[in-house]
């Protein structure tokens, strides 16, 4: 394989898309350090170009790079704290933050903003912050690297994977709330920059799957029934398509409501299996329970 300067290579992506140095770098660094960067010249910290790599569609994991204690460090932590989420370690993971939010400089926006981030999820866990405060944080948080962010015009940004993954944590702030319809508009446009700025991009592929079921899931919410079934099967061949299946079960089992409210039957039957025995292998023990409820309520399954 051909190497490149990583320089030249954003420089000549950037150039494809027609994008200046101050649209691809605002909110992450200024416009002279990426031009520095382009010509060879400097090399930003390892969390600015994989920000930048990812606002041009690249892959962030195909380089490498010099990294100093400092950032190791943080990485490190920001990973631990990812886990502590999925554990659902809420107290372990808030103090992993205070050492992070310790080391981290005050002018690191990238890895600032992945602590307010963390807080919202883990905050969310044990009930500590009301809706309004985790939109009001999430807002806070993307308006750190996109001073300039509004819901209405999602489509007009440049993200990063975590940008992408907080204005996604935005739309389910909205649903949590209750308030389905924004929260359907917000997954809504950012399905459609996914899919104009990202096609079959590593970023992209992590991101549809789980987009796909919050518009689904929000679709159901409010009740439009055939529309949340059809992005539903969207997010089911996103999963299998690009092999990640952590939302699979969740898309079949909107799938099946929505069929069911459709008069679908026979369809919603096999959807609710499929979800119950994915479910059951994964371990997924709260899901399972989920399923078995409406399976019963509707359709006097059993499982």
């Given at each position: 394989?051909?190497?490149?300067?990583?320089?030249?290579?954003?420089?000549?992506?950037?150039?494809?898309?027609?994008?200046?140095?101050?649209?691809?770098?605002?909110?992450?660094?200024?416009?002279?350090?990426?031009?520095?960067?382009?010509?060879?010249?400097?090399?930003?910290?390892?969390?600015?170009?994989?920000?930048?790599?990812?606002?041009?569609?690249?892959?962030?994991?195909?380089?490498?790079?010099?990294?100093?204690?400092?950032?190791?460090?943080?990485?490190?932590?920001?990973?631990?704290?990812?886990?502590?989420?999925?554990?659902?370690?809420?107290?372990?993971?808030?103090?992993?933050?205070?050492?992070?939010?310790?080391?981290?400089?005050?002018?690191?926006?990238?890895?600032?903003?992945?602590?307010?981030?963390?807080?919202?999820?883990?905050?969310?866990?044990?009930?500590?912050?009301?809706?309004?405060e985790r939109i009001q944080m999430l807002l806070q948080a993307i308006?750190?690297?996109?001073?300039?962010?509004?819901?209405?015009?999602?489509?007009?940004?440049?993200?990063?994977?975590?940008?992408?993954?907080?204005?996604?944590?935005?739309?389910?702030?909205?649903?949590?709330?209750?308030?389905?319809?924004?929260?359907?508009?917000?997954?809504?446009?950012?399905?459609?920059?996914?899919?104009?700025?990202?096609?079959?991009?590593?970023?992209?592929?992590?991101?549809?799957?789980?987009?796909?079921?919050?518009?689904?899931?929000?679709?159901?919410?409010?009740?439009?029934?055939?529309?949340?079934?059809?992005?539903?099967?969207?997010?089911?061949?996103?999963?299998?398509?690009?092999?990640?299946?952590?939302?699979?079960?969740?898309?079949?089992?909107?799938?099946?409501?929505?069929?069911?409210?459709?008069?679908?039957?026979?369809?919603?039957?096999?959807?609710?299996?499929?979800?119950?025995?994915?479910?059951?292998?994964?371990?997924?023990?709260?899901?399972?329970?989920?399923?078995?409820?409406?399976?019963?309520?509707?359709?006097?399954?059993?499982?």
């Open positions: 394989m051909q190497n490149y300067k990583l320089g030249e290579y954003i420089r000549q992506r950037r150039l494809d898309l027609g994008l200046t140095q101050e649209q691809v770098c605002a909110g992450i660094c200024e416009s002279v350090t990426l031009s520095r960067f382009e010509n060879g010249k400097q090399t930003p910290s390892r969390n600015r170009i994989n920000a930048i790599l990812q606002r041009l569609g690249l892959p962030d994991d195909r380089y490498y790079a010099l990294v100093t204690p400092e950032e190791l460090e943080i990485e490190a932590l920001k990973k631990e704290i990812v886990s502590c989420n999925a554990l659902k370690c809420v107290e372990e993971g808030f103090d992993k933050i205070s050492r992070l939010e310790k080391i981290a400089k005050p002018d690191d926006q990238i890895t600032q903003q992945f602590i307010l981030r963390s807080k919202v999820l883990l905050g969310g866990l044990d009930k500590r912050y009301s809706n309004d308006r750190m690297t996109i001073p300039d962010f509004q819901l209405d015009k999602i489509e007009d940004f440049l993200f990063t994977l975590d940008e992408m993954k907080l204005v996604n944590q935005i739309g389910n702030a909205y649903s949590l709330s209750g308030d389905n319809e924004k929260a359907a508009d917000i997954f809504y446009r950012l399905l459609q920059y996914i899919r104009r700025h990202l096609p079959e991009t590593v970023t992209s592929n992590r991101m549809l799957p789980l987009v796909l079921y919050n518009f689904a899931r929000s679709l159901d919410l409010s009740q439009k029934y055939e529309e949340g079934a059809k992005v539903a099967r969207y997010g089911k061949e996103a999963c299998i398509k690009y092999g990640h299946y952590q939302v699979l079960h969740s898309c079949l089992e909107i799938e099946a409501e929505c069929d069911f409210f459709l008069g679908k039957k026979e369809d919603s039957v096999e959807r609710y299996r499929e979800a119950f025995y994915i479910c059951k292998v994964m371990g997924y023990e709260d899901d399972l329970q989920i399923i078995r409820t409406e399976a019963e309520k509707y359709l006097n399954i059993l499982f």
